[in-house]
């Protein structure tokens, strides 16, 4: 080789580590040490057709068409080792070798291996390692692509899960607490309800509006009538006329329709969309309304079934399983709610009753707590004392001061502070009137820190009457012994003497009257005995003509000894009144008797009737005037009492029963007596009965 | 501009020397933007200076050791993104730091944005190499003793790596690799 610029073979080769020389005769006559390193066995000698393949391009191997070649891009194939090189085909020199000058055509840096080449056996000037590093480095590339790619998928596959699970999560709190604002807002409304349909209607609202329905219907179970009867609607205001609400079924029988189905199963109902759903039979309304989502949920406690809620919208709701537990805590909240309320009527029922018995009771109660402070004083507390129930003693100390103020100073109080016990005593009020009280105290519990009740009974006048007693039994165990005094004494006269026959005679005779007298007397305290224990029920009461009456009792009155008659003014036509004849003659009679004994045959005895109103009320008179001794007003204040006699000479005769038997009977007949006297003069006594007549 | 390679080796130094939940503790503490390495992506020079200091502290390391067990780790990474390249580079330790001048000078062509170090080999004999390095910073130094360690490492046999210093005028370290006997890839 000569030329321009000589190589020495070591440089040649190190040059073109790949090159082949060829000769005319097609025989290697030089070969490139990395072919060599390639495959030892490729060597000079061989024959280029037999060892290599032409590939592009794809020409028959002759030795001209190599040489034709120069200038062209070729690939040729080592078939031994299957190495593809890519050069061109030079000729230096016209009569000298075609030189082949190329690199292993190499696109994976894999092959490298395969063939054992390193780098180092590449010219540095050769671009194919570029390439192959190039090829490297995207493969890296790539690989770290995927690698980040599955990571990323991986990572997107978790946020996908988290992401679920979030929004699970997001949802099952959102429900949850949207189920605790409902339980809240329930028990809230219940806590405000004053009653059993308030209540009804406060959970159907509070369910709508806080589930986000539109519309509610609640049916609660009727027990006496066995089915659902509709209690409460509820609707946002744009559906309040619709059908949905005004048409809805007032009752529904137990698995009549889907409330009585939920109601027969105690199972809730949910219908995503009412529209196409066999289970709503209301389809035309739900279609009217607009309505798709309803549900139907149990209100139950205790495994009893006590109504059932129905909601409906006009979106697509989904359903919430947890929402039957809510309705559980809701309706046991609502039982407790109706429990309570039933305990609350019955004890304001109680307290009613109680207060009431309490407010009319005449006597006083006051009540204080353990602290002492006062918690009850009746209406008759106040009355008693005078007292302003705005300046009530309020506390137990206080009340013991202000009791003590009204009470007797003469007389010790013992505070009602200072008892440790139950204690009864009495006490006297000289304020704000005299009277006389009863007290009781009952501690409630033991000891001083307990409460106590303080009850003041007036025995004023159960004291009075205890006196009247004594007094009356006094004059008429005296009344009654006198004429037996002169009965018993004659008795022992006729028994132990004989007496001429005109003295026995007079004897006997004053026995008899004193006897006779005895029988009056008795006879009229059992008439007065007999209207006390009866009080009036034994009277014959009728309608009847009043003039009558009064001129047979006028006409039966015999006064011996006394010739002078009763001057009668009445009138033609006679009053009619309610009364029973024979004790109205009676009091008539007793009148009568009266002004015959206490006028000792002097003056005339008149009797004369009159009219009179009395509010609304018309009364008839009868007037029984004479002009006898008369009384002074003591006596009259004291006419009426029994046994009292005007008369302190003993000479009239009389029980002093007569005036209270007439007054008993009169008011027995819902009429009055009125007494009118002057001492010395006479005296006027008038009975007044209703007319019964317009 | 640093490209993927030394990114890499820092977090599989740490994933293997401890675990991920560390590495993931440096990047929360870097505060860097920086999660996944393309090979061929150039990335902040300045990301993986604060990715290298967070390591250090959260490791309680000298930055210097941290550059020099990731220029080992450095190694491992290279031999798994390039297995065939490397492969091709040389099969023995004396072969491979032959090459390594002229294949970073290639890496430069593919990556022009990649400056590595300039490297050369001198003072070769049978049994030892001086590599020269020429470059001020220190802790590329210190990554380039670790690098020269875990190519050793690789090729197996009993080479040493022995740091003969630094020298300046050109700013230059040298390191005396010495080896027993040809040595091929463990």
Known sequence: MSGPITLTPEAFGEAFPFHIAIDASLRLVQVGVTLTKIDPRLAAGLDFAERFAMRRPAVDIRFDTLAGLAGTLVLIEDRATGLLLRGQFVRPQADGPVLFLGSPWIVDPQQLGAYGLKISDFPIHDPLMDLLQVVQVHRATVNDVKQLAARLSAQRGELERKNEELASHYLATHRAERRLALQYAVVRSLTESDSVPEAIAAILRNVGETLGWHVGLAWMHDRQRGELRLEATWAVSELADDPIVTRAPLTRAFGQGPSGAVWQSGEPL???????????????????????????????????????????????????????????????????????????????????????????????????????????????????TDLDPADQPA?????????????????????????????????????????????????????????????????????????????????????????????????????????????????????????TQLVNMINELLDLARIEARAGHDLKIRR????????????????????RRVELKLPEVSPLADVDADKFGQALTNVLSNAYKYSA????????????????????????????????????????????????????????????????????????????SRHGEGTVVTIWVPRADP | MLYALAHKALEQMVCRTYDRAMWDSIRRIADVDLDKFITSEGYPRAGYETLRRAAAFRLGLPAEEVSRLTGREWMGVFAETYGPWMRALGGTLPEFLRALPNALTRMTLVTPDY????????????????????????????????????????????????????????????????????????
């Open chain 1, 544 to 563: 009847q003509a009043i003039v009558p009456i009064v001129r047979g009792v006028v006409e039966a009155l015999h006064v011996p000894n006394d010739t």
């Open chain 1, 270 to 384: 949910f219908i995503r969309d009412a529209r196409d759903d066999p289970r709503y039979p209301r389809g035309d309304d739900a279609r009217g309304a607009e309505i798709r989502s309803c549900m139907w949920l149990p209100v139950q406690a205790d495994r009893a079934t006590l109504g059932v809620i129905a909601l409906f919208s006009r979106e697509l709701m989904e359903d919430d399983p947890g929402l039957s537990a809510a309705m559980e805590t809701i309706s046991r909240s609502f039982t407790q709610f109706v429990e309570r309320k039933r305990q609350e009527d019955q004890l304001a029922a109680l307290t009613g009753t109680l207060n009431a018995i309490l407010a009319l009771a005449p006597d006083a109660l006051v009540a204080f707590d353990a602290k002492g402070d006062r918690t009850y004083a009746n209406t008759a507390f106040f009355e008693l």
């Open chain 2, 115 to 186: 400056g590595p170090p300039r490297y050369a080999c001198i003072d070769e004999t049978d049994r030892s190499v001086r590599l020269v390095i020429y470059e001020s910073n220190p802790l590329v130094v210190w990554f380039a003793l670790g690098l020269l360690e875990g190519i050793a490492r690789h090729f197996g046999g009993e080479a040493t790596v022995v740091p003969e210093g630094t020298r300046s005028e050109p700013q230059r370290a040298v390191f005396r690799i010495e080896w027993q006997a040809e040595t091929e890839p463990a």
């Open chain 1, 601 to 676: 045959g002097k003056g005339a005895i008149r009797l004369w009737m009159s009219a009179r109103n009395v509010g609304a009320r018309f009364e008839t008179g009868v007037h029984i005037a004479d002009e006898g001794i008369g009384m002074t007003p003591e006596q009259v204040a004291r006419v009426f009492e029994r046994f009292y006699r005007a008369d302190t000479s003993g000479t009239i005769p009389g029980t002093g029963l007569g005036m209270s038997l007439v007054r008993e009977y009169i008011e027995l007949m819902q009429g009055s007596v009125q007494v009118a």
């Open chain 1, 395 to 515: 506390a137990l100390p206080e009340f013991d001061a202000m009791l003590a103020g009204l009470c007797d100073p003469s007389v010790p109080y013992l505070p009602v502070s200072g008892m440790v016990a139950n204690h009864a005593d009495t006490l006297e009020l000289v304020k704000p009137r005299r009277v006389v009280l009863a007290r009781s105290v009952r501690r409630m519990g033991s000891g001083r820190s307990s409460g106590c009740v303080v009850y003041l009974r007036d025995i004023t006048h159960d004291r009075e009457v205890d006196r009247m007693k004594s007094e009356f039994l006094s004059t008429a165990a005296h009344e009654l012994r006198t004429p037996m005094t002169g009965i018993h004494g004659y008795t022992e006269l006729l028994l132990t003497r004989h007496f001429p026959e005109p003295v026995r005679m007079d004897i006997l005779d004053t026995m008899y009257r004193q006897s």
